[in-house]
């Protein structure tokens, strides 16, 4: 089973920026596709980005596209997600996971997640 670390999170002004990470425990991220999605409380899980295995193709939902980055570094077994002007809206708890093929669909290997409050 794949087990994922996220960190990073904190409080936040609107406008601010923050970059999450994600490590891999006991395997390593190198080829897989990884996504990370996000949940607010009373609200379903959502993705936000997803990175292919080899780095080369990024997705992004349209709330965030223009505004986060993601990116791997396989030699330190790492995926990012860099926030620039965060909005409140952006308040939930994130998680990574493998989204095989970046579809969308995450294989539900979750971890304890990563609480990012955007408030003033």
């Known amino acids: 089973q794949l087990q994922f670390v996220e960190s990073g999170g904190s409080l936040v002004q609107p406008g601010g920026s923050l970059r999450l990470s994600c490590a891999a425990s006991?395997?390593?991220?190198?080829?897989?596709?990884i996504g990370w999605f996000r949940q607010a409380p009373g609200k379903e899980r959502e993705e936000v980005s997803c990175?292919?295995?080899?780095?080369?193709?990024?997705n992004y939902a349209s709330f965030v596209k223009g505004r986060f980055t993601i990116s791997r570094d396989n030699a330190k077994n790492m995926v990012y997600l860099q926030m620039r002007d965060v909005k409140p809206e952006d308040s939930a708890t994130y998680y990574c996971?493998?989204?095989?093929?970046?579809?969308?669909?995450?294989?539900?290997?979750w971890g304890q997640g990563t609480q990012v409050t955007v408030s003033s």
């Open positions: 006991g395997f390593t991220l190198d080829g897989y596709a």
């Open positions: 990175i292919s295995g080899s780095g080369l193709t990024q």
């Open positions: 996971t493998e989204e095989p093929g970046c579809r969308g669909v995450p294989a539900n290997f």
